[in-house]
């Protein structure tokens, strides 16, 4: 018997029945065209999902105003009739499956970049939708009610195109949101002002998309309950706000946050599974209305109890499906130590499409359109395949080549599996990354032909002895440290209070607290994460940087979350300044413009980044001239994980095409 009898339930709203409680949640993807179309490999995306038992997908915001109301370098569009037949082909596509379909319907106003949509934004008021971002103009009356009569027609393709429901996006800092909102709505007509008021617009697009699809066609209403900012609305005030919308709603979805709060939106790792839970069950108990919650929900049981305890009727699930679109099989039939966990990272996803306008990558899924499309061509001669390294680089690549037919032999020379990923979960902020090697263990064991040999040094001897077809060198990387007078003769000695980022993990426990000075050399990733771990332990924290700002290589969400904990912790912060000697107890500093200072710690972390450890590489290359010698992740350049993943994964393609 399948333990997530609640999971698996189903459920019927108005003339839509859904066969299990799991909701993909609404992400942009910038997979569509150029003109806002929906193409090939976007359906198979939201394919994938379908096949993998989700019980209702919504795709991603569409456009109902362009160029107007656009968000995203590529965002869909369902602002003409021409968009209709794609959106048919998916709907058809997904209910193949089994599954619902709905469409949420959009518009950015103020979230709207004027660069790209070749005018000045809109909003209620004249407020940006962020700190720093392009003032909008206020929309008149008439422009209200244009833009109002927009959503209803969205909402009536969506109705012809086959989808299941409609979602109205009214928060996250759009349109609907810059009405809802006090932060934004500084109007004195009937649209500004009382709770009454601001909800008007709202309602007022309610009204009018029920005339288009009428009574039986579910619409979701998506809400910031609370948007935990200063002079915001407060989860109370939301729930008044919706007294005066609620009776043209059938599900609300409860999401949180705007645009200045974005890392309490798209979670941070930190966060625990399931946190927000309580303010859809604040909706709930008030109105008595189908609930999604969402919110790193990664663990099934955490969503079997949310869900028991009556908190809400679906569970949102966003990145965990891009993560694994198998979530809901793997659950049902209680496979769960395969479940490939998103860890919250947030660098594939939103840092693709909010940081850099590109199309989304995941960390831990190498692929989002076709999964394991390379099993289905395995090799015809047999080969024997040699990694070094079992880092998370190094085990994809051993996985990928063992399912597509190789003898596969990874050699690990620790005793432990996962490489810097796991060393750096260690981290109490950053225990969710662990799911991911832990993943990658579970699926190199179920492997009968990979091999594993556990704190084995790798030379070209014993590696001779497996009679190789093909090596893989995934050694990782090592601290950089550069040529600065004391640095060496300090780091990660005993009896030394100077560490590196590898001697920081292996002291984690030894740490004092209370009234202790640190001082940290770097300011990205490595950096903030020593800052994040002596938050709120009544530390005084220095951090220096030799570049103008800190978080360089951050992702938008997390570099928001960092800028937050620096504030709140009152973090000296030294920018264009370099480090010039390492003493014992103080390290010497010398500004852009020359000046010279120290800092005295109890702790120090230098924390300058990593370098490649390629020692092993060159000697492969010399030694096996006759067969390929790859390098990939951080033994090739030091950088993000999923980018070693992609390198782990490309072996497979690589070698068909030799």
Known sequence: MNKYQNLFSNIRIK??????????????????????????????????????????IIVENACVDFPLGSNGTTQLRIDEDKFIPNFYKLTNRIHKYGSCIAIQINHAGASAIPLRIGTQAVSSSTIPSKTGGFTPRSLTIEEIQNITL?????AKRAQIAGFDAIELHAGHSYL???FLSPIYN????????????????????????????????????????DELLE????????????????DKVDIFSVSCALNDSLYYQIDSMFFNDGWRSYMAKAVKDKFNKPVITMGNIRNPKVAED???????????????????????????????????KC????????????GLNRPIRCTVNPDLFYEDSYKKEPIQTLSNAVIIGGGTSGLEAACSLAESGYNTFLLEKNKELGGLATMISKFPAKQRIKDFPDYLINRAKNLKNLLIFNDTEATINNIKNFKPDIIINATGSTPLLPNIKGLLENIDKENSNVFSIFGTIKNLENFEFKNKEIVIVGGGAVGLDIVEFFANKGVKISIIERLPSLAKDLDIITKIAM?????????????????????????????????????????????????SNTILFDSLVENFKDIPVFNIGDSLRPRKILDGIEEGRNIVSILKTK
Request: charged letters at 25%.
């Open 176 to 178: 609907i949101s810059q």
């Open 563 to 611: 800028f937050d904990t620096l504030k709140k912790e009152k973090v000296n912060v030294y920018t264009n300044t370099s480090l010039v000697e390492v003493k014992p107890d103080s390290f010497s500093f010398k500004t852009k413009d020359g000046e010279t200072f120290d800092l005295k710690f109890d702790y120090g972390f230098v924390c300058l980044g990593l370098k």
């Open 343 to 354: 860890i919250s990272c947030n660098i594939g996803c939103a840092g693709h499409r909010i």
């Open 15 to 56: 003339n839509m029945l859904v066969k299990n409680r799991v909701v993909m949640m609404p992400m942009g993807t910038n997979f569509a065209g150029p003109n806002g179309e929906l193409l090939e490999d976007h359906i198979n995306y939201y394919e994938l999902r379908a096949k993998g038992g989700t019980g209702l």
């Open 186 to 225: 500084k109007r004195t007509d009937e649209f500004g002002g009382s709770l009454e008021n601001r909800a008007r617009f709202c309602k007022m697009i309610l009204e009018k998309i029920i005339e288009e699809v009428g009574d039986n066609f579910p619409i979701i209403l998506r809400i910031s309950a």
């Open 306 to 340: 949310i869900l028991d305890r009556g908190d809400a009727d679906f569970i949102g699930i966003g990145r965990g499906l891009i993560a694994d679109p198998n979530w809901c099989n793997k659950v049902k039939n209680n496979d769960i130590s395969n479940l490939r």
């Open 150 to 154: 927009k959503y209803a027609q969205a």
């Open 231 to 246: 002079g915001g609305n407060s989860l109370e005030d939301t729930l008044n706000i919706l007294e005066f919308l609620n």
